[in-house]
């Protein structure tokens, strides 16, 4: 595996990568990661390389999607435990560029996608979309991939992506290249984070009661519940669990992620951000007969 962190060492890298194809130029997946990775991410990685010729893993934290009192400088970094764990896995290159190749002085462009960014984690964190969004879109730039595999997991993320390369033709016509994988889930249902590892263990064995209190609501909606009481129910569940917060719970459509008060025929997710003991934890489920 090749490790590079300025964008001529990048596109060089790319040039080699597609003449040693024995494809005409081969099929390049990217797979955006802020590191300290964990089984959730290398599922990304497995899933990428069982579909394109070379895996390209990014790895940057990103400041733009931090916002004040945030935790930037405390965000896990392990780059060479991270390069590791990529070329066990076959991974053929590591972008790692600085704050400063990324961002270089002057930088001035912003990137906002309305509609699907505007409510849930983008009420809660003004401006991270938009952070998001343009570390993407420069990504996208930078690597030129055939497809790019984002975790589930953080469904609004996806959801924001998947309408900017929409919008901005990053992928050719009916071609689904922004590509959603499933969640990867603790042996006690916990969501996978890097963020994980800011729990105290108190703290750690209390957050599993969000992923079962998540799956006794979509239980409970599907069978016919009233969506406004089975919202209510699995916040004052999140709350006896030992959370101290909560920023929402909400059923959203699931490409618009517009809040439903009932379920009808197009797939809806459950979404739920809250905090334990100064960690904010974010969790979705499928909900309704059109899972998706």
């Given at each position: 595996m090749q490790t590079v962190n300025t964008l001529h060492m990048l596109r060089t890298a790319l040039a080699q990568l597609c003449g040693q194809s024995d494809r005409a130029g081969g099929r390049i997946a990217l797979v955006?990661?802020?590191?300290?990775?964990?089984?959730?991410?290398?599922?990304?990685?497995?899933?990428?390389?069982?579909?394109a010729d070379h895996v390209v893993v990014s790895i940057f934290v990103n400041p733009k999607q931090f916002?004040?009192?945030?935790?930037?400088?405390?965000?896990?970094?392990?780059?060479?435990?991270?390069?590791?764990?990529?070329?066990?896995?076959?991974?053929?290159?590591?972008?790692?560029?600085?704050?400063?190749?990324?961002?270089?002085?002057?930088f001035a462009t912003n990137v906002s996608v309305?509609?699907?960014?505007?409510g849930l984690c983008g009420a809660a964190r003004p401006g991270h979309f938009d952070g998001v969004a343009t570390v993407v879109?420069?990504?996208?730039?930078?690597?030129?991939?055939?497809?790019?595999?984002?975790?589930?997991?953080?469904?609004?993320?996806?959801?924001?992506?998947?309408?900017?390369?929409?919008?901005?033709d990053l992928t050719r016509p009916h071609v689904d290249a922004i590509i959603g994988v499933p969640t990867v889930r603790e042996a006690d249902g916990l969501a996978m984070s890097s963020r994980n590892r800011y729990l105290l263990p108190e703290h750690r064995t209390a957050a599993a009661s969000l992923p079962r209190a998540m799956r006794t609501a979509v239980a409970a909606i599907e069978s016919g519940a009233a969506i406004g009481e089975a919202l209510g129910q699995l916040e004052d569940?999140?709350?006896?669990?030992?959370?101290s917060s909560i920023d929402y719970v909400t059923l959203a459509d699931s490409r618009s992620l517009a809040p439903l008060i009932a379920l009808g025929s197009d797939p809806a997710r459950l979404l739920v951000a809250a905090r334990i003991g100064g960690t904010r934890l974010i969790d979705n489920m499928a909900v309704g007969p059109a899972r998706g």
């Open positions: 955006p990661t802020m590191g300290a990775l964990h089984e959730g991410h290398l599922t990304l990685v497995r899933r990428a390389a069982a579909e916002g004040a009192n945030e935790d930037l400088d405390a965000y896990p970094r392990q780059l060479a435990a991270d390069a590791a764990m990529l070329e066990a896995e076959g991974v053929a290159l590591l972008w790692a560029p600085t704050a400063e190749a990324m961002y270089p002085a002057g309305a509609g699907v960014s505007d879109l420069k990504l996208f730039n930078q690597v030129t991939p055939d497809m790019a595999f984002f975790g589930e997991k953080d469904f609004q993320q996806l959801a924001v992506i998947r309408a900017m390369a929409r919008d901005l569940e999140i709350l006896a669990a030992g959370f």
